[in-house]
């Protein structure tokens, strides 16, 4: 297990919020190594005392105990570098040279470059070291090449990964366990009892303090070409003939190679883009989404797609993916709508009025599967049969400790697991359809809809949120758009 790892990016938000407190939470469960030491690396001037300061306050609100951030302190040493000069890069950690590193890279992608270059120049990536990169990696097709074509000339792939935080959730993976671990559903797992597919993933935070970097992206590019696609890969892909790295990542491959492409003449049909305005989340008054350059106006904070698998097991079943910001409740959720039952015997409700089974698969804030079967609940005396939807819900046992998905994903980084990490083609796979939907919007014009915050988007996107579906079922429980 590697011992030292190089946070580059270490004021960052990402860093403060979420790394530095998995580091912390994996080193009280003495997860890591006796000598393990982090060099925060950043190009603000704080010194290793300032920078212990700032972070000792970020992580005392956590409410860990005192003595566990006075060691998770110790181990930090802060060194400012200049991130977009690989020679200084390679100066300034030269001494580190010899030492087995994790390099982790939680910058802006321009600068995944230079700094590997730096690294590479101070022997930092010789094996068996390895390099962590955040994404996004790049902000199209090309660019992404760009880099990786940069990053493969110093470390090989199998020492390069890419991470996904959806990747680390432990409900995630979970869904490979439903899927692969019950023959029960091994059994309708395709079009022939399946007729549809939604995930969402919305947010009630907004973009506030990101604009820089969000402006540039937009939810596409920020949600959809990674953790929306992930989730999609899970459900979609063939089962693997075995849990390894390359087994799971050869099928979401296939998966991510057989969407369709996104036309200009379809585009408009399959796909919401919006924007939130000014409204209410969680009682509290908010501010709409402000472009920061006049350029960034056309960013969308939420998007609703419908997206096509072409191969057997999914011909003609739509996978409708969603995700906003400011939206009216925080859930990500992924929805299995069935097919009706070939026969309809009942007269109530009638057929056209009864309810398809439905899988739902709960992955935040609280994590449950529901399955809605029909049923009847009327006691025989009281006449005719009467079906009701009936809701089978198994929660998940409460009293497991829910862990930050960094950590999970930290400690495979330390011990050189690449199972949960992105392969360089599945990247290239994902933005190619990515760049055929942003292309289809550049063609058709298709345009940013306003949504109030605190709603569940776009009227308009009510379309690819039919009632029923995911959207349909918030819609009506708490108003507001899709
Ligand atoms: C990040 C995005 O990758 O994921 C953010 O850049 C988003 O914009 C975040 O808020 C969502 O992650 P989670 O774990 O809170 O669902």
Redesign the pocket.
Known sequence: MHETLLLFGATGDLAQRYLFQSLLNLLRDRLLPPGFRVYAIARQDLGTDGFRATLGERLAKSGAPAADITEMLSRCEYLNVDLADPQLVAERLGFLHGRDCVSYLSTPPSLYVPITQGLKAAGLLDAPSRLVLE??IGRDLASARTIMAAVGECVSEDRVFRI???LG?APVQNLLALRFGNALLEAVWHHRWIASVDIM?A?T?G?DG?EG??AN?GALR??VQ??ILQLLCLIAMEPPSALDADSVRNEKLKVLRALRPMTAERINHDSVRGVYQAGVVGGKPVVGFKAPTPEAEDCETYVALVAHIDNWRWAGVPFRLRTG?RMAD?C?EVVITFRDTSHWIFEQPSREKSTPNRLVFRL?PEENIELTLMSSLAAPEWGALELQPLPLDLSMPINLRRRI?YERLLLDAFHGNPALFVRNDEVEAAWTWIDSVADAWKQAGTPLQPYMAGSWGPEAAVSIAPEGSIGGRRRGRNGGGA
């Open positions: 994404k996004p996904d935080h959806y959730k993933v947010e935070d973009v990101r970097y969000y992206y920020d949600m990674n953790h910001k925080r990500s935040q998905a």
